[in-house]
Structures are given as structure tokens and as C-alpha cells.
């Protein structure tokens, strides 16, 4: 049997050889060992799995996408439906690989890692997670299937917020990721878009006294992001120190909220929440 260190060693090689399927499967030897994973296993666990569904999820949205043209020639120009039909075909065949790994990943939450799971941390990433896989899940499924992932997606995205709520600072990159996925929940798939401002207005809104802090500097638009802020490392009242990559992931983080309430709409939220998952 390999050992931890081992384990991770080739989780790592996996990584940079781009070999996420093989990665899933060293990463899931460490998951059923029964013991916590760190925060350094977690952060694997979650690419592994991020980088076996972003690449399915992408191909998928190019067929719906090839789909509706090909549709769209067969009820103008009388064509054959034999290609719509391919399409179709490959697009199941895409979904049921998608059901295989977030069912999977939904799983090895459920039945392993929020059991072992002791830190505010890592019980607020692993409900985030699956409120994302439930998500994903919905962005596919019938119309019959969609009630069972929005529920699911609700509740975990719910308590993973009452976790982070209570015990998580605002500035944790972790409670910033989380509101920002919970809001394009809400305005994507409950199609509520006061709801979802409210909620990433209201992190906003704490987090104002803290930026009010920090050292801006303007600079010229970089699609899709307005603004690029010059963070210093040493800010607030007792002079407190951010991680290097904490700071990395709340600049970013603030970026997104930035361009979101400067524009007044959510429609840049897709492209922002991809990076956070």
C-alpha cells in the first residue's frame, strides 16, 4: 500500500501532467484512509475533480450551442435531422460522464470527508462543493430532475453560509467564495436577481470599513475586470499580516465584486464564479 507522502507525490505528478482522471483516483486512496485531509489535500481534492467536470461542462455548452444552429437549419431549410441527432448522442454521452464524476465527488463529501471534517474551513469548502456539483448537475438535468438539484444545492450552499457566517472573517477567502457562487445560484438557476444582489451586497457592505483601508490605485480597464487594485500586505489598525496567498485570492475576489455592483448586473458573474470553484 503507498504511503501518504507517496500519494501525494503522484496526485502532484498527475497534476502537472494533466492526468485528472488519475488524479481522482489518488486523490480518493487519501479520502477513504478516513482521516481529515489538510488543507494543502483539500485544495487537490478540489482540482482533480474542478478540471474532470470545467472540461466537460465546456464541451457540453459548445453542443447546446452547435445544437440550436443545427435546430434552427432544420426548421428554415428542411435539412436533414441526421446531424442534430449525432449531436444529441455525443451530448448524452458527455452528460452520463458528468453524472459519473459529481455523483462521484458528491459521494466522497457525503460519505467520507464532512464526517472527518473539524474546521470552520473545511466544513464551509466541502458544502460549498456540493451546492457547485449540485449545480452543475441542474445545468444539465431534465426538467423533472432540476427540483432534487436545486434543494440539494440550497441546503448545502445554506448551511455552508450559517458556518461562515458565524465563525469564518469576512475577509476569508473561502467565505468571499461562497457568497459570490451563492449569489449566481440565486441568479442563475432560482432566477432571483434581487436576492442575489442582496447577498453579495451585504459581504460588500462589511467588507467596505476594511477596503477603506487598503491603498487603491486606478488603472486602465482589463476585460472583464473595471479596475486593478494595488493591495499592501500591511493594513488596519493593529497592522495585521495577510498570507501572500490570501491576499492573491481577496484581491481577485474583490475584483469581481467590484466590476459586479460597478456595472448594477450580474450578467459578468459566469465568467467571475468559474475561478472560484
Same mark, same amino acid.
Given at each position: 500500500?503507498?504511503?501518504?507522502?507517496?500519494?501525494? +507525490?503522484?496526485?502532484?505528478? *498527475?497534476?502537472? *501532467?494533466?492526468?485528472?482522471?488519475?488524479?481522482?483516483?489518488?486523490?480518493?486512496?487519501?479520502?477513504?484512509?478516513?482521516?481529515?485531509?489538510?488543507?494543502?489535500?483539500?485544495?487537490?481534492?478540489?482540482?482533480?475533480?474542478?478540471?474532470?467536470?470545467?472540461?466537460?461542462? *465546456?464541451?457540453?455548452?459548445?453542443?447546446?450551442?452547435?445544437?440550436?444552429?443545427?435546430?434552427?437549419?432544420? %426548421?428554415?431549410?428542411?435539412?436533414?435531422?441526421?446531424?442534430?441527432?449525432? @449531436?444529441?448522442?455525443?451530448?448524452?454521452? @458527455?452528460?452520463?460522464?458528468?453524472?459519473?464524476?459529481?455523483?462521484?465527488?458528491?459521494? %466522497? @463529501?457525503?460519505?467520507?470527508?464532512?464526517?472527518?471534517?473539524?474546521?470552520?474551513?473545511?466544513?464551509?469548502?466541502?458544502? #460549498?462543493?456540493?451546492?457547485?456539483?449540485?449545480? +452543475?448537475?441542474?445545468?444539465?438535468?431534465?426538467?423533472?430532475?432540476?427540483?432534487?438539484?436545486?434543494?440539494?444545492?440550497?441546503?448545502?450552499?445554506?448551511?455552508?453560509?450559517?458556518?461562515?457566517?458565524?465563525?469564518?472573517?469576512?475577509?476569508?477567502?473561502?467565505?468571499?467564495?461562497?457568497?459570490?457562487?451563492?449569489?449566481?445560484? +440565486?441568479?442563475?438557476?432560482?432566477?432571483?436577481?434581487?436576492?442575489?444582489?442582496?447577498?453579495?451586497?451585504?459581504?460588500?457592505?462589511?467588507?467596505?470599513?476594511?477596503?477603506?483601508?487598503?491603498?487603491?490605485? #486606478?488603472?486602465?480597464?482589463?476585460?472583464?475586470?473595471? &479596475?486593478?487594485?494595488?493591495? !499592501? %500586505?500591511?493594513?488596519?489598525?493593529? &497592522?495585521?499580516?495577510?498570507?501572500?496567498?490570501?491576499?492573491?485570492?481577496?484581491?481577485?475576489?474583490?475584483?469581481?465584486?467590484?466590476?459586479?455592483?460597478?456595472?448594477?448586473?450580474?450578467?459578468?458573474?459566469?465568467?467571475?464564479? !468559474?475561478?472560484?470553484?
Amino acid at each position: 500500500m503507498s504511503t501518504r507522502v507517496d500519494l501525494i +507525490y503522484m496526485i502532484k505528478l *498527475t497534476q502537472i *501532467t494533466e492526468r485528472f482522471e488519475d488524479m481522482v483516483n489518488y486523490i480518493k486512496q487519501i479520502v477513504h484512509n478516513g482521516q481529515e485531509l489538510s488543507s494543502e489535500e483539500r485544495n487537490l481534492f478540489s482540482v482533480a475533480y474542478k478540471n474532470i467536470i470545467s472540461r466537460r461542462r *465546456t464541451a457540453l455548452s459548445v453542443l447546446s450551442s452547435i445544437e440550436r444552429i443545427e435546430e434552427a437549419k432544420v %426548421q428554415s431549410q428542411y435539412v436533414s435531422q441526421n446531424n442534430l441527432k449525432l @449531436i444529441r448522442s455525443y451530448k448524452k454521452k @458527455i452528460e452520463e460522464e458528468l453524472n459519473q464524476y459529481c455523483f462521484d465527488i458528491l459521494n %466522497q @463529501i457525503d460519505c467520507h470527508l464532512i464526517k472527518t471534517a473539524s474546521t470552520p474551513e473545511s466544513k464551509v469548502l466541502l458544502h #460549498k462543493m456540493k451546492g457547485d456539483y449540485h449545480r +452543475y448537475i441542474w445545468e444539465y438535468a431534465s426538467v423533472d430532475q432540476r427540483k432534487n438539484d436545486i434543494d440539494s444545492a440550497l441546503a448545502a450552499y445554506s448551511t455552508a453560509s450559517n458556518v461562515s457566517n458565524s465563525e469564518l472573517k469576512t475577509t476569508n477567502p473561502i467565505r468571499l467564495g461562497l457568497a459570490l457562487n451563492f449569489s449566481a445560484f +440565486y441568479y442563475d438557476v432560482m432566477n432571483d436577481a434581487v436576492q442575489a444582489y442582496q447577498l453579495a451586497q451585504l459581504l460588500l457592505m462589511m467588507l467596505l470599513p476594511i477596503l477603506n483601508k487598503l491603498k487603491m490605485r #486606478k488603472a486602465e480597464m482589463q476585460p472583464p475586470l473595471c &479596475n486593478q487594485l494595488e493591495i !499592501t %500586505q500591511n493594513y488596519g489598525p493593529k &497592522n495585521l499580516m495577510m498570507k501572500e496567498v490570501e491576499l492573491k485570492a481577496f484581491e481577485n475576489i474583490f475584483k469581481s465584486f467590484f466590476y459586479l455592483f460597478h456595472k448594477g448586473q450580474f450578467i459578468q458573474l459566469r465568467a467571475f464564479y !468559474t475561478k472560484l470553484q
